[in-house]
C-alpha cells in the first residue's frame, strides 16, 4: 500500500509559478510510474504529466507541455510537479497518483491504469 499527500498549491499569479511535491509513504514507489491529474480521480480527470519509475521517461498534456515540469527523487520518495509561466486556466485541484505496473507509453495518460491516489492540493492562478 501507497500513501499520497500532495502539497505545493495555492494562490499564484499568471506568468507565475509554483511548485507541487507528491510525497509518498508506506512503502517505496522507486518502481511506480506517477501521474499529475487534475479534476480526478475521477473518470473525467485530465492529464497532466506522468513520469516513469527511473524518470527517464516523462509526458505531459500539450497545454502544459514546456511550461511545466515533472521530476522526482526516489531517495525522498518525492515527485515534484514544477508549474511555470501559469495560466488562470490552470486553476483546479492537481491529483498525484501513482501506479503498480510497468506502463506503455500510450498508457501513462490514461487514469484508469494508476491504482494509488493522494487527496489533492488546490492551485488556482489569478490573472
Known amino acids: 500500500q501507497v500513501q499520497l499527500v500532495e502539497s505545493g498549491g495555492g494562490l499564484g499569479q499568471a506568468g507565475g509559478s509554483l511548485r507541487l511535491s507528491c510525497a509518498a509513504s508506506g512503502r517505496t514507489f522507486s518502481n511506480n510510474a506517477v501521474a499529475w491529474f487534475r479534476r480526478a480521480p475521477r473518470k473525467d480527470g485530465v492529464f497532466v504529466a506522468a513520469?516513469?519509475?527511473?524518470?527517464?521517461?516523462?509526458h505531459y498534456a500539450d497545454s502544459v507541455r514546456g511550461r511545466f515540469t515533472i521530476s522526482r527523487d526516489n531517495a525522498k520518495n518525492t515527485v515534484y510537479l514544477q508549474m511555470n509561466r501559469l495560466k488562470p486556466e490552470d486553476t483546479d485541484v492537481y491529483y498525484c497518483t501513482a501506479s503498480t505496473v510497468p506502463l506503455l507509453d500510450n498508457e501513462y495518460s490514461d487514469w484508469a491504469v494508476y491504482t494509488y491516489w493522494g487527496r489533492g492540493t488546490q492551485v488556482t492562478v489569478s490573472s
Open positions: 513520469i516513469s519509475w527511473s524518470g527517464g521517461s516523462s
